[in-house]
């Protein structure tokens, strides 16, 4: 009862925030992601047969290829205009992403990341931190849904209520997010506030990560292993997110379609919401588990939206009430 209680919420809130994203059935187990070894490119060779593969470091791609350009110091310093801040109806802090181009997409990373292309989206609010254990517990209580695993021992939104939630299918992020009158952010939205305009490789800028911008390069633990909000103001983005690279993956509205950035070659995109259908959901960020490769602001993975993975998270955006 209460997981057919969550999924009509879910769809009824949905299609009524995006009528050209139609939910279909999600059928298709996770798939490797299609990858050429280029000579020429930031791409490594992979051998994976997995849609979000693993090796020991947490990531089965070789980064050894990925050089930062020469104006890395300059571009970290850079930021668009001082983050202004709203509070949601969560409570929680989001930041303003003005309206305007910018450039989305890499020729020198992964085949679904090119070719690279102009984007122009509408000004809107993304959370500032991904959504906590404390907050989606407030979500679990009041619609009787199934916890994400870990949650029933009543322990983990409690002791580590500022930490990440994880565990927790696309359904279940789009369900808290039209529960507090957000939703989830689209692909392009989520790839402008992590990179602004001036097409920087990370948040941060093109300064090679470190501990102090992210949480990365870590084997799989407990909840204590993903890091509490708030911890990685070095790693925020021009317009004051924080932790869009590394601590957990992110799930974002759009299908994905590994050639779905071909459409926009001789015009620009304005406002995409992705494919019209698919069997899997994108996942943008890196986790703390892979390498610096997968932390790039362009970096594109996938998974089935039923899936929960323990490296998996989320934040919501929102729409700027239009003035009267």
Not at 274 to 297: F, H, M
Request: with cysteine.
């Amino acid at each position: 009862m209460a997981v057919r209680r969550i999924l009509g919420l879910v769809l009824a809130g949905f299609c009524a925030l995006s009528p050209t994203d139609g939910l279909t059935s999600a059928t298709e187990s996770r798939t490797a992601k299609p990858e050429s070894p280029s000579t020429n490119s930031l791409k490594p060779d992979v051998s994976s047969t997995s849609g979000k593969p693993l090796g020991s470091n947490g990531d089965s791609k070789n980064t050894d290829k990925i050089k930062p350009v020469a104006n890395a110091i300059a571009q970290t310093a850079h930021t668009e205009s001082p983050a202004h801040e709203h509070v949601g109806k969560d409570g929680a802090p989001m930041v303003l992403v003005p309206e305007g181009d910018f450039i989305m997409g890499s020729d020198k990373g992964d085949e679904d990341e090119a070719p690279t292309h102009r984007v122009h989206v509408n000004t809107f609010y993304i959370d500032k931190f991904e959504v906590t254990n404390g907050r989606f517990a407030k979500y679990v209580d009041a619609i009787q849904s199934e916890p994400p695993w870990g949650f029933s021992d009543k322990e983990t939104p409690v002791i580590y209520a500022d930490r990440p939630v994880r565990w927790v299918s696309w359904m279940d992020a789009m369900g808290y997010c039209l529960w507090v009158g957000k939703r989830l952010p689209t692909e392009a939205e989520w790839e402008k506030s992590a990179r602004g305009t001036d097409e920087r490789m990370y948040p941060w800028g093109n300064e090679p990560p470190t501990p102090v911008h992210a949480v990365y390069g870590l084997k799989e633990g407990g909840a204590e292993t993903v890091s509490v909000i708030g911890n990685h103001h070095m790693g925020q983005s021009p317009y004051g997110a924080q932790d869009l690279a590394g601590n957990l993956y992110e799930w974002v509205m759009d299908w994905y379609a590994e050639d779905f950035y071909s459409s926009f070659i001789n015009s620009p995109a304005i406002n995409p919401h992705g494919p019209t259908e698919g069997t899997a959901k994108v996942q943008r960020g890196g986790s703390y588990i892979n390498t610096s490769y997968r932390l790039r602001t362009s970096f594109r993975t996938k998974s089935d939206p039923t899936e929960q993975d323990p490296n998996v998270g989320f934040r919501c955006a929102q729409d700027v009430p239009k003035q009267p």
